[in-house]
């Protein structure tokens, strides 16, 4: 596997200054959100996750180290993950290899951009053969790659960035982009993400993507509204966003075309399919 394609597993020093400056990461703040919120788990029987230090700071630092936020969190992705079981249990990357191999529909940039957050492209228009792949495929796709994430502390300071491509979208990916995925996928986006999302970049979108607009519009609450941003085939105004320097040149950027995908990333889940197997075990505890 290449050094290229691998996960950041060790805090950086620059996410470290941000973390104490955005997310209240002091030493105090820490000691005292992870002193609460173990036990605040340890008095609910209803959910289970384990309680070592490292793992309970993916919710603490979404929440900014206020305990009782993070515990809510846990109990909205446990409540998720019940309502969502014939997709997400015991889901590992094997059940979904060919989609994630063969099919060019996610992908992330294997370095980080100028504010050191993970860049994730979905491909929602001619590279989606919707009688290939579906859109609950596509979803459980989302869950693996943020599994992954979760892992990484620098991510869970600094964010994710997602940009959706919608080249070439024709009425076969309209017609699978429901409404029952939008809410499934807001729901998880909005309520049920143990990470920071900062942006949502629409890029290549038609004409047509109006409609798609129309399904998912309900449904997005005002926070996530405001990280939306639409850019069309125009991507002067992406790099607002996102320097150019850090970009491929399929999208304006400096850097060489994309000639990588998930065949590339597949090796990362498997290298990480303990941490994956665990993840399953978590969640509402079975009466």
């Given at each position: 596997m290449s050094e290229k394609f691998c996960l950041q597993l060790t805090l950086s020093d620059n996410?470290?200054?941000?973390?104490?400056?955005?997310?209240?990461?002091?030493?105090?703040?820490?000691?005292?959100?992870?002193i609460q919120l173990k036990e605040l788990l340890e008095n609910d029987k209803t959910i289970y996750y384990k309680i070592d230090?490292?793992?309970?700071?993916?919710?603490?630092?979404?929440?900014k180290f206020y305990a009782t936020s993070a515990y809510e969190l846990m109990k909205r992705i446990a409540n998720f993950r019940a309502k969502y079981k014939t997709l997400?249990?015991?889901?590992?990357?094997s059940q979904e290899r060919d989609a994630i191999v063969n099919h060019n529909l996610i992908n992330v940039l294997p370095d980080r951009d100028q504010?050191?957050?993970?860049?994730?492209?979905?491909?929602?228009?001619?590279?989606?053969n919707t009688s290939k792949v579906s859109s609950d495929q596509i979803f459980?796709?989302?869950?693996?790659?943020?599994?992954l994430a979760i892992l990484e502390p620098d991510t869970q300071i600094n964010g994710t960035?997602?940009?959706?491509?919608?080249?070439?979208?024709?009425?076969?990916?309209?017609?699978?982009?429901?409404?029952?995925?939008?809410?499934?996928?807001?729901?998880?986006?909005?309520?049920?993400?143990?990470l920071r999302l900062k942006e949502i970049h629409m890029v290549n979108n038609p004409w047509?993507?109006?409609?798609?607009?129309?399904?998912?519009k309900p449904f997005i609450k005002e926070?996530?509204?405001?990280?939306?941003?639409?850019?069309?085939?125009?991507?002067?105004?992406?790099?607002?966003?996102?320097?150019?320097?850090?970009?491929p040149k399929n999208y304006g950027g400096d850097l060489p075309e994309i000639n990588y995908g998930g065949k590339e990333w597949y090796p990362v889940m498997e290298k990480h399919i303990d941490h994956i197997k665990e993840w399953n075990t978590y969640g509402l505890v079975e009466k």
């Open positions: 996410a470290k200054s941000i973390a104490e400056k955005d997310l209240n990461e002091t030493e105090e703040n820490v000691k005292n959100a992870l230090d490292e793992f309970l700071k993916i919710f603490l630092r979404p929440c997400l249990y015991d889901l590992v990357p504010l050191g957050r993970r860049v994730m492209i979905v491909y929602c228009g001619e590279n989606w459980r796709l989302f869950y693996l790659i943020h599994l960035v997602v940009i959706m491509d919608y080249k070439g979208m024709g009425l076969k990916q309209v017609a699978a982009l429901t409404p029952a995925f939008s809410m499934k996928l807001l729901g998880f986006i909005q309520d049920a993400m143990p047509i993507f109006k409609t798609v607009w129309a399904v998912f926070k996530l509204g405001k990280r939306i941003h639409f850019h069309e085939n125009k991507m002067p105004s992406l790099h607002k966003f996102i320097d150019k320097s850090y970009l």
